[in-house]
């Protein structure tokens, strides 16, 4: 894995900027005359926020400092210099703009070119954008085994799983090393009128608000969402690629990307194979309506106690036992998902949790679907 596939693998996640968008920029430059001329011309454009598109690549990449040190730039200077020699003579013409553009790639394709090579210093070891929850060898050199290292290709190599990943909401990505696999997966967040081939809304998918920040949860909610866009998909190609990506899936290793609001939390979740999980729970048709009856049944629940306990003024009063709910439906995911298996314990919890609860609240709750089948 080379420089230029992390690097490219960036670039593909970056939005281009048109020339009317800079002729407008221009226009206001002229017109307001700011103290920092560059920076308001770079906000008006969004520059920075046409990097920042993927919302994981954007919480582990050191921003403020990127836009310190660009300012060194050879591109960036030239581009402080077109901005006040505009200023000066107070007329914008489409060659500016063109000149602009052409300032603009330039200045991205400089700060991609910074990030690569700031991202395969070895002596530095792993940072965020390897793994979520790492840290550099500067920052916690006793977190490190003795004489652990990494070549520069494998630090490359890890970072591009995660610019290559597809970020379900902002705090979780999911990544395989197959390539068919997710250019597949690509196709369909496309074709699903998603907007991004990089991003999902977790409503999209029936994820509710409370459920983003558990990664299983979400996980298992995605591969729901794909094997029950087999039945209602009306193109026979489209039929077989959903096939196809649970059939790959089966046997190709996963990594989810977990970045949630609490930065300890981070971290990288490995699946080796999910040929247990998805033949047992998602092919198998009993077994999938079963399972899909618990999670509408935890999925109504949670949502009239939320709803009836901020309604009688009590939501923190009951939040950690919604918290303890929400941990133990993560723990069953976890276990169904890994393992193949229920967590009967777990599942136990729940259902005490519910009874309380639905006693408390007065919410009913149908519990008979929550018995899963072997």
């Known amino acids: 894995m080379s420089k230029n596939h992390f690097k490219n693998r960036l670039k593909n996640i970056t939005e281009e900027v048109s020339s009317n968008e800079i002729m407008e920029a221009f226009e206001e430059i002229v017109k307001k005359k700011p103290g920092d001329p560059v920076n308001q011309f770079l906000k008006s454009i969004d520059f920075w926020g046409k990097l920042k598109r993927h919302p994981l690549v954007e919480k582990a990449i050191d921003w403020a400092g990127v836009a310190r040190d660009c300012k060194k730039l050879d591109a960036y200077v030239k581009l402080r210099e077109k901005i006040v020699e505009i200023m000066k003579r107070s007329i914008v013409n489409l060659k500016d703009a063109l000149e602009a553009r052409e300032l603009l790639n330039k200045l991205k394709d400089d700060i991609l070119d910074y990030l690569s090579v700031r991202y395969g210093d070895i002596e530095k070891g792993l940072r965020h954008i390897h793994a979520p929850g790492s840290v550099a060898k500067d920052e916690g050199r006793n977190l490190y085994f003795p004489r652990e290292m990494y070549t520069q290709e494998m630090l490359y190599k890890r970072a591009s799983k995660l610019c290559g990943s597809i970020a379900i909401g902002d705090s979780i990505g999911i990544y395989s090393d197959d390539e068919d696999l997710m250019s597949k997966l690509r196709q369909i967040t496309i074709g699903g009128g998603f907007g991004y081939e990089f991003k999902v809304e977790p409503g999209e998918l029936n994820i509710n608000e409370y459920e983003v920040e558990y990664p ?159």
Not at 347 to 356: A, E, F, K, P
Request: aromatic share 12%; with cysteine.
């Open 216 to 374: 299983y949860i979400v996980f298992l909610k995605f591969i729901f969402y794909l094997r029950e866009r087999i039945d209602v998909e009306e193109s026979i190609d489209r039929k077989m690629s959903l096939q196809s990506i649970l059939e790959k899936l089966k046997y190709s290793p996963v990594s989810i990307f977990f970045m949630p609001r609490r930065r300890e939390r981070w971290c990288t979740i490995t699946l080796p194979r999910l040929d247990l999980f998805i033949g047992r729970w998602i092919e198998e048709d009993d077994s999938r309506k079963n399972l899909k009856s618990l999670i509408e049944n935890i999925d109504n629940f949670a949502k009239n106690i939320i709803k009836e306990s901020k309604k009688r003024r009590e939501y923190e009063k009951v939040r950690n036992e919604i918290d303890l709910l929400m941990n133990n439906y993560e723990i069953l995911c976890h276990k169904l998902i890994e393992y193949g298996i229920p967590e009967y314990y777990a599942t136990r919890n729940m259902m005490d949790l519910i009874l309380d609860l639905g006693i408390k609240y007065d919410v009913k709750v149908y519990l008979k679907p929550i018995e899963l089948g072997e």
